[in-house]
């Protein structure tokens, strides 16, 4: 027994040291394993919580871009129908002010005036450029133009109009409501009080114009 005693002992010292720190590790990475349970579940409350008021904000942005609380700094400028699809017509010059697009024909340019149409300019003599005159063409804001005939949006409509002689512009064709309706300046859709249910029946939106 004497023999066996002192190592046994040994041995089951050694053994239970053993088993108390494996048991240590154990627990020391089963906490570990639970910190960061409670960390992630603080995460996902934090995420949810960051989810909920982006969505509230989202919702009250969405009721006041609905409901237009924001003061509109323009008005619509209307013209009747019947009006509009007989108002394109030759005029005498007039001074550009507001110019967009350009387009070159022959000895000839064309500069679109935003909102009212397009000045014909004589460039027979490219140091001496002559304004000789003016299509009308309310509710112009683009143009393009292929051979003799040039494209143009007059508000929500696209003409066709045969310039051989610009001095006498021929439709050639009025496709309506071919684009959407004209919006104010730094605004990309129609304030609702403007929209087409909103106002007298039967115009269209030919410009905007600030409020006085």
Same mark, same amino acid.
């Given at each position: ?47 949810? /919580? ?31 129908r019947d009006v509009l ?12 002010? #507001? ?16 909102? /009212? ?22 509710? #112009? ?54 929209t087409e249910n909103s ?7 030919? /410009? ?5």
């Amino acid at each position: 027994m004497k023999f066996f005693k002192q190592p046994f002992f040994a041995s089951v010292k050694a053994t239970q040291s053993e088993f108390t720190a494996s048991s240590y590790r154990r627990f020391e990475m089963l906490e570990n394993i639970y910190k960061l349970k409670k960390i992630s579940m603080k995460f996902k409350k934090l995420f949810l /919580r960051g989810l909920l008021m982006f969505g509230v904000i989202g919702f009250a942005l969405t009721i006041s871009v609905g409901n237009e609380p924001y003061h509109v700094d323009y008005v619509p400028v209307l013209m009747h129908r019947d009006v509009l699809e007989k108002s394109i017509r030759y005029e005498e010059a007039k001074a550009i002010q #507001n110019p967009g697009k350009i387009y070159f024909k022959d000895d000839y340019i064309f500069i679109n005036e935003q909102d /009212r149409g397009v000045h014909v300019i004589d460039n027979h003599d490219p140091m001496r450029p002559q304004n000789v005159g003016f299509i009308n063409i309310p509710g #112009n804001r683009d143009m393009a133009m292929k051979g003799n005939v040039l494209y143009v949006n007059s508000s929500v409509d696209l003409v066709s109009i045969d310039v051989s002689s610009f001095e006498r512009p021929v439709i050639k064709d009025r496709v309506v409501k071919e684009f959407p309706e004209l919006t104010p300046p730094g605004y990309d859709y129609v304030p609702n009080e403007f929209t087409e249910n909103s106002r007298p029946e039967n115009t269209e939106i030919i /410009r905007w114009e600030k409020r006085k």
